[in-house]
C-alpha cells in the first residue's frame, strides 16, 4: 500500500525539487547548500534562501537537471557575490556545472567530480546538439566574464557522455578555481551510505519518462552513459512526448544487488501498445544511487 502511494505521488509530481538550505558554520561562514536533481523552481527557491545571507559559500552536489534552473540559480550567484563549491568526493554535473562557474571564488577538490554535458534539440527526429541552447549557454557564460577559450570548452562538450575539469585542462581553457580549503567545505562530505535508496532513484526516473523530461531522467544516470541509446535526454523527449496515453509505472520492486524491477504500460500515438517490464541495474557513485543499465524484458 506504501508503495503504491509512492508512485502516484511521483506521477503526480515528477520528480522532488532540489534540496535547498541555509546553515552558519562554527567559523561563522555562511553555507547554502543545493542537492539533488535541478528542477523548475528551483531558482526561487534558492533566491529566497540566499536573500537572508550577505555573503556566502554554495555547496553544490547536483547530479544536474533542469539547464534554465541552472543558468539562474548562477545569476542570482554573481549577483550576489557568493562563492561556489563542489566538497569532496561530491559530483556536480551538467546544470549544476554551469551554476558553479558563476563563483566568485570557485573552489574545486582533487576528489571532486565537476564535468560539462551538450544541449540539445531534436532535429528530424534525431538527437543533435542545440544550437539555441548553447547560444543561451554562451551568453550566460560572456555575462560571467568568462574567456572566448572557456566559452568553446564549455559549449563544446560532448552530446554522449561528460567532459570532466580536471586541474590541467582547467588551466588550458581559463577557467580558474581555488582548491577547497576552507574548514566549513571540507567538513560538509555527506555519509554516502545514506544515499543508497535504488527504488527512489527508479521511480523518479521512471516519473520523469512519463512527463517526457529527458533532462531530469539522465541526472538520475552514470554521467558515462548520459545522451547515450535509452539515455539520451532528446530522444526521450522525442518518444515519450507522443504518447496517447502517457507511461505508467504500476510496480517496482528491488531484488538484489541494486537492481529494481519495474513494469509499466503505455500507448502511443500510432496505437502501438506496451505492457512491459523491466530490470534497472543501479549503482553507488559520489554519495548517490544511479542508473547504471536497463534491460527491457518484454520488448517495449
Same mark, same amino acid.
Given at each position: 500500500?506504501?508503495?503504491? @502511494? ?9 520528480? $522532488? ?71 569532496? $568526493? ?9 551554476? @558553479? ?23 528530424? *527526429? ?37 567532459? @570532466? ?13 581555488? $582548491? ?6 571540507? $567538513? ?87 505492457? *512491459? ?24
Amino acid at each position: 500500500m506504501r508503495l503504491k @502511494w509512492l508512485l502516484m505521488l511521483l506521477m503526480a509530481y515528477p520528480v $522532488q525539487a532540489a534540496s535547498i538550505a541555509r546553515n552558519v558554520s562554527s567559523d561563522g561562514t555562511d553555507l547554502i547548500s543545493i542537492s539533488g536533481v535541478l528542477n523548475e523552481g528551483d531558482e526561487t527557491a534558492f533566491r529566497e534562501v540566499a536573500a537572508a545571507a550577505d555573503r556566502a559559500i554554495v555547496l553544490l552536489d547536483s547530479e544536474g537537471g533542469s539547464v534554465r534552473a541552472g543558468l539562474e540559480i548562477g545569476r542570482a550567484i554573481r549577483l550576489r557575490g557568493f562563492a561556489t563549491a563542489v566538497p569532496p $568526493q561530491t559530483l556536480c554535473a551538467s546544470a549544476c556545472a554551469l551554476t @558553479w562557474l558563476a563563483g566568485s571564488p570557485r573552489f574545486l577538490d582533487d576528489t571532486s567530480k565537476l564535468g560539462f554535458h551538450a544541449a540539445f534539440r531534436i532535429n528530424n *527526429g534525431k538527437a543533435a546538439e542545440s544550437g539555441v541552447g548553447n547560444a543561451l549557454i554562451g551568453a550566460y557564460l560572456n555575462q560571467l566574464g568568462l574567456s572566448e577559450r572557456a566559452v568553446v570548452f564549455v559549449t563544446s562538450a560532448p552530446p554522449e557522455g561528460i567532459e @570532466w575539469l580536471s586541474v590541467e585542462k582547467a588551466s588550458s581553457v581559463d577557467i580558474a578555481f581555488d $582548491q577547497v580549503r576552507p574548514s566549513a567545505i571540507a $567538513q560538509s562530505v555527506r555519509n554516502p551510505v545514506a544515499a543508497l535508496d535504488p527504488l527512489s532513484t527508479v521511480t523518479a526516473f521512471y516519473a520523469s519518462l512519463s512527463a517526457a523530461d529527458g533532462e531530469t531522467a539522465s541526472a538520475f544516470v552514470i554521467p558515462e552513459k548520459r545522451g547515450k541509446g535509452p539515455f539520451n535526454e532528446a530522444s526521450i523527449h522525442s518518444f515519450f512526448s507522443q504518447m496517447e496515453r502517457p507511461l505508467k509505472l504500476s510496480s517496482a520492486a528491488l531484488r538484489s544487488d541494486g537492481i529494481v524491477r519495474v513494469a509499466y504500460e503505455y500507448v502511443t500515438n500510432a496505437g502501438k501498445a506496451c505492457d *512491459g517490464r523491466a530490470d534497472v541495474s543501479t549503482v553507488v557513485a559520489f554519495g548517490k544511487t544511479l542508473i547504471s543499465k536497463i534491460r527491457a524484458l518484454d520488448g517495449c
